[in-house]
């Protein structure tokens, strides 16, 4: 998928649990993204970040730092 | 296994059923017990006698016109009609005497005298009430010569008669010819309290009373008539009828199944002969519809015998060449070979499924089964994903299970209804009469949404408030109705503190409290005057019984999983959950969604939505199909696309499903499509998705196969096999056709083997059996040793998941933004003519009322641009554009244009964007920003798709 569609999706799943009460919000984006999102999305985020990561919330890229690693 | 079905009773009881004490009387001699308000006629029809009758039925409220269904009572005067008098305790009924049947005779006579007499070649013949009436009460002879008549089109002068009116038959499915008609009222009767619509009346006054659709100047097709055919369904004496039967003769058997358009899930009796179907009646033991259906479901199933059907299956080399006829055979090992090489090549994950809410539960479960047992990966998904994937995650997360709360019945005791981001009388047509009976006896409704939709007001229903919001802006208004409920003391805390986590709800309050939610200061950004979002949020917190009713406008928006939270929140704070006439029901689109999703078609869930991570849960179905389950979540639809442009998806089994026009951003489902190497399409037609497919594997219709389908109410209803499957199998068996060339080693020899291990593996599931279903008609699951007949509400004492659970729900505005290119918000919808990607209903006559997709456009913007009415129009996005004709209409606020998406020319989905909700990856086709203007004619998008579809759909002779 291109970069900026997963820039956006990862953001939107951040602001959305930012919003939440508690400050426990990467932790619970860390848990959507491993409950939803396939190994090989999970595996461009991270390769993205290890890139830089333009763009992304801190709190997604708090999250994909959570994640376990994944065989893409 | 019984293929077929012989209706169990179903006679015609005269009148609706009543509620009330019991009350004894006695009927020629049989004491019978009914409950109070019964009618004489129901209480005699209950004891087994049938009093003659041309102006009653069980359906509508009695009349007392016909003055057939007299009787005697002792003790009182004359001879009242059996239809309008109810029962007293001790009544003694006399329905047989000479005095009732010289009146019975008498009356029958006169109507006979004013009546064609009936030939040999009726279409009505032995399907007319008036005959039958005629033959009960012996009449013989008829000694009136008429003076004037309706019947005859010359007088017996040679004179035109002035009286006599030509045979409408305006409308595609059914005629009226004045002549046979007895105005009895009962069509007339029927549109008002069955439909709701009111479009027939009675003009005129004695002799020149005639039964009219729309003003005198209308026909049927031009009256506000919605084809649904109760009329028609009542109708005594033939005046009106279907066309089919008129052309085929009257059926022979039939044969009870369920409908396979939207899900509201209506049972009909399919009446044939032989094999050939002649007219689909709705059936009355049908939980879901009581006896009505709409225009698609009783009539619109010509498709199933279309020339477009493709019957074959064919294979080719690539999408550039033509298609190539072959034997199932060749058509299963060209797929296997390519399936196996992809996966060999590229690896286990890189091939997947898509699952149909158009087929039986049965077929769904061997997809998903498919890429998990033999593809042994979790890509699978299914078109839910496009539609109601928010409600699973949404009313998981709050309540704990993903489905409806209530029955359908549950309408009959709602006080207040919010019916939100939801079009129920084109969607949902059924339901939409039944709601539409209960406002007319008081209920109060709120509407919300952008448009307004026919229920905002039309004949005797008035939305109390219309809270029109500006495209996108759901979470904001449904928090600002939480808001005053919270600020003002409506909360129901009584309910809450019982029922649900008290702590999250501190929270909560706490959070919606803030002034940010308040109405006035939302109202700047979502368009709704904050007086009328007070009123509309008093009433539903204190006008008894509240029920919500959403559809896709809730769901498919970048917030879609936010707002169903929203609407859970509404509930639980006004304390309605559990217990009939409240609940959070969502209105599904396709027959079977709910079953798709139910039956594990998620990539990140199996069956009974238990997530593949849970080591239990996949124990379960890894003992029951002996190999290993990934424990990884698999691609959704979208990332199924985005990954066959990267180059690592390269196979697609996709059944009954047509992504190309369904899903959003049409160019990017074309190019993920156009770089796989195997795209296997299971449908009838060669739809959209077929123009990028290797493989077409022909299906079967919802009349050629057995299997079930679970509509919204969460109700499992029988689909059973009217006729043999004109490909030669039903899906469920090239399903496993394909999955054993794959080494399965799978044999169903029936689905109700396939039911069988749902339920061995499916707690919500465990007590349904195909015999149960038989026998009850339908159940709801849960269905297990808890509740063995199934559950009609849920959440009675307690919620799924413990307690309910308030989730904060913020506002947070899409990216998607009208700006100086883009300054309109385009919105789409669907209407009651058409269905989905209008495969099915493009192929009948439904394209009388809808031929093209239209784009609604308010006035003012109309005018800015020089649009008039029917002028052709460019529609653009940062996606795509499209040209169309424009409807100039103030059902649309200024700022926002509309359509619908149904006809694949116009690819309204050319238009829409890749944005989707946060959670679940469900489009945002609800909210695109456009740009509307003048065009001479279709676009070169249009041109090339359609160079490329016909290209595509060539199809070799086949070699002999």
């Known amino acids: 998928m291109s970069p900026e569609k997963m820039v956006h999706m990862a953001n939107q799943i951040a602001a959305f649990f930012k919003s939440q009460p508690g400050a426990d919000a990467a932790e619970r984006v860390a848990a959507h993204l491993s409950d939803f999102w396939e190994p090989r999305m999970r595996a461009q985020l991270l390769a993205y970040i290890a890139e830089g990561g333009a763009g992304l919330d801190p709190v997604a890229i708090a999250a994909a730092q959570r994640l376990k690693p994944v065989a893409a | ?960």
């Open chain 2, 1 to 960: 296994m019984k293929d077929f079905i012989i209706p169990w009773d179903d006679r015609d009881m005269g009148t609706p059923e009543r509620q009330g004490a019991p009350v004894t009387l006695s009927i020629d001699g049989f004491e019978v017990t009914v409950p109070e308000g019964t009618s004489v006629m129901r209480a005699a029809a209950e004891a087994g006698i049938e009093v003659p009758k041309l102006c009653a039925t069980d359906s509508v409220d009695a009349f007392g016109s016909c003055r057939l269904c007299l009787v005697e009572i002792e003790g009182r005067k004359g001879t009242p009609a059996s239809c309008t008098t109810p029962v007293a305790p001790g009544m003694v009924v006399h329905t047989q005497s000479e005095k009732v049947n010289r009146l019975r005779k008498g009356v029958m006579e006169l109507y006979a005298s004013d009546h064609p007499a009936i030939g040999l070649t009726d279409a009505a013949n032995g399907d007319s009430e008036l005959q039958k009436m005629a033959a009960r009460v012996g009449l013989r002879e008829v000694r009136y010569e008429p003076l004037a008549d309706h019947v005859h089109r010359r007088l017996a002068d040679g004179t035109a008669n002035p009286d006599w009116r030509p045979v409408d038959d305006s409308n595609p499915y059914f005629t009226y010819d004045p002549a046979k008609c007895i105005v009895c009222s009962l069509c007339v009767r029927a549109c008002d309290e069955v439909q709701g619509t009111f479009a027939l009346t009675i003009e005129g006054r004695g002799f020149d009373s005639r039964m009219s659709a729309g003003t005198g100047l209308d026909d049927y097709l031009s009256s506000d008539c919605v084809s649904c055919g109760a009329c028609v369904q009542v109708c005594p004496t033939g005046s009106l009828q279907e066309k089919s039967v008129a052309e085929m003769g009257l059926p022979e058997r039939s044969v009870i199944t369920t409908c396979a358009y939207c899900g509201v899930g209506c049972s009909f009796k399919a009446e044939l002969r032989g094999d050939e179907l002649v007219r689909m009646e709705p059936y009355k033991g049908g939980k879901a519809n009581r006896g009505h259906s709409c225009v698609k479901g009783r009539f619109a199933w010509g498709y199933a015998t279309h020339k477009d059907r493709i019957l074959s299956p064919m294979i080719r080399e690539t999408i550039n060449e033509p298609w190539r006829e072959v034997s199932w055979d060749e058509a299963i090992g060209f797929a296997t070979n390519r399936l196996k090489a992809i996966q060999e090549r590229y690896g286990r994950k890189s091939v997947g499924v898509i699952t149909s809410s158009r087929c039986t539960n049965e077929e769904t479960y061997l997809v998903q089964k498919l890429t998990r047992a033999v593809f042994m990966n979790n890509n699978t998904d299914t078109c839910a994903r496009v539609c109601h994937s928010p409600t699973g995650y949404g009313l998981g997360q709050t309540f704990g299970t993903s489905a409806g709360t209530q029955d359908f019945d549950s309408v009959e005791h709602t006080d207040v209804v919010i019916v939100i981001g939801a079009n129920p009388t084109d969607g949902h047509p059924v339901f939409a009469s039944r709601l539409k009976r209960r406002l007319r006896q008081g209920a109060q409704l709120i509407v919300i949404d952008p448009r307004r939709i026919d229920l905002v007001k039309s004949a005797h229903v008035r939305a109390a408030h219309h809270l029109q919001l500006r495209p996108g802006t759901n979470v904001a208004v449904v928090s600002a109705l939480a808001h005053v409920i919270v600020a003002e003391g409506l909360a129901n805390e009584a309910f809450i503190r019982e029922r649900c986590d008290w702590d999250e709800y501190l929270t909560y309050a706490e959070f919606i409290r803030d002034p940010r939610h308040s109405p006035e200061a939302t109202e700047a950004l979502t368009g709704v005057p904050a007086a009328e979002l007070r009123a509309a949020a008093r009433l539903f917190a204190k006008g008894g019984n509240g029920s919500i009713y959403y559809g896709l406008g809730v769901t498919e928006h970048s917030q879609g999983s936010t707002a169903v939270m929203g609407i859970a929140n509404l509930a639980m704070l006004t304390g309605n959950i559990g217990r009939e006439g409240v609940g959070v029901n969502p209105l599904r689109g396709q027959n079977n969604v709910q079953g798709s999703c139910d039956m594990g078609s998620f990539p990140h869930e199996l069956p009974g939505y238990r997530h593949v991570k849970n080591p239990d849960v996949r124990a379960i179905f890894e003992k029951a199909w002996g190999v290993a389950i990934d424990p990884e979540p698999g691609l959704r639809i979208p990332n199924m696309l985005d990954a066959a442009v990267d180059g690592s998806f390269k196979g697609l089994y996709c059944q009954g499903e047509d992504i190309l026009q369904s899903d959003p951003d049409t160019r990017h489902v074309a190019a993920g499509l156009a770089a796989m190497d195997c795209v296997i399409v299971h449908d009838l037609f060669l739809n959209e998705t077929a123009n990028y497919a290797h493989v077409f594997l022909p299906g079967s219709s919802f009349l050629e196969k057995n299997g079930t389908f679970t509509n919204a109410e969460r109700r499992i209803n029988m689909v059973r096999k009217v006729m043999a499957p004109k490909n030669g199998y039903e899906d469920w068996e090239v399903t496993q056709l394909l999955a054993n060339a794959l080494g399965a080693g799978w044999n169903y020899t029936h689905p109700s083997q396939i039911m069988d291990e749902i339920a061995a593996t499916t707690p919500s599931f465990a007590g349904v059996t195909y015999d149960l279903i038989d026998r009850m008609g339908s159940v709801q699951w849960p269905c297990n040793e808890k509740s063995p007949e199934g559950t009609p509400l849920m959440h009675v004492d307690g919620f799924v998941r413990g307690k309910g659970r308030f989730i904060v729900t913020e506002y947070l505005a899409t990216d998607e933004k009208a700006g100086p290119r883009f300054p309109l918000l385009l919105t789409t919808g669907r209407i009651l003519s058409q269905y989905n990607v209008g495969a099915q209903t493009r192929r009948t006559a439904n394209t009388v009322w809808h031929d093209q997709d239209l784009l609604e456009i308010h006035p003012h913007d109309a005018e800015n641009r020089g649009i008039k009415n029917g002028d052709w129009v460019r529609l653009a996005s940062r996606s795509g554009e499209t040209t169309l004709r424009a409807k100039v209409t103030d059902r649309v606020a200024p700022g926002v244009v509309y359509t619908t998406f149904h006809h694949p020319d116009t690819q309204a989905n050319v238009v829409t964007t890749d944005f989707s909700d946060w959670a679940t990856n469900c489009p945002e086709y609800k909210v695109t920003a456009v740009q509307v203007g003048r065009s001479n004619g279709p676009s070169d998008w249009q041109e090339d798709y359609a160079a490329q579809a016909a290209n595509s759909r060539r199809i070799l002779p086949a070699a002999e």
